[in-house]
C-alpha cells in the first residue's frame, strides 16, 4: 500500500472539491480557517481557474472523490487526499501521520470511499442550508 510522502519538502497542496456539494464547501471552509502548515489552494474543479492550472483534472474523476496535487507533481485522490489536507494544517499534522500508517491508511480509504460516493445524499440530509446556498448563488430567490 503506497502511502502519502509527507515530509517538510511539501511547499504547496492544491485541492479540487465539488463546489455543487454542500458537504464538500463546508469542509473547505473549515479547512480554509486553519493555520497553515504549507500552502493550500483549495479549487473548484469544474472552475476555470482549476482546469487551467489543472488541465488534466477530469481524467482523476474529481467528481467521484477529491483530488490534490502536491508541489505541483504528485497527484492523490480520496483517502490520500484527505491525508493531504490534514497535512496542510499545522494542528492536525500529527492526526495525518497517523492516518498516513500501513494500517490506517486502507481503512481511511474505504471510509473516504463511502462517504464520498454516498456525499450528495448526505450533503441533502446533514448539510441542507449550504447545499440551498450553493443553489442559490446563480441567483435564485429565497
Known sequence: MAKVNLT???KTIELFYDAR??????????????KRACETICLDYQSD????????I?????????????NG????????????CLWSCARYRWLAKLLNSRLLLPM?????????RNRLWISKVFFRKKNADIKCKGGCEK
Open 49 to 56: 481557474e482549476a482546469k487551467k492550472r489543472f488541465p488534466e
Open 58 to 70: 477530469l481524467h482523476y474523476d474529481p467528481d467521484k472523490q477529491m483530488v490534490s496535487r502536491v
Open 21 to 34: 456539494c454542500g458537504m464538500c464547501c463546508t469542509f473547505m471552509e473549515w479547512l480554509e480557517r486553519q
Open 73 to 84: 507533481e504528485v497527484i492523490h485522490y480520496g483517502g490520500e487526499s484527505w491525508v493531504c
Open 108 to 116: 481511511a480509504k474505504k471510509v473516504c470511499y463511502l462517504i464520498s
Open 8 to 10: 517538510n519538502e511539501i
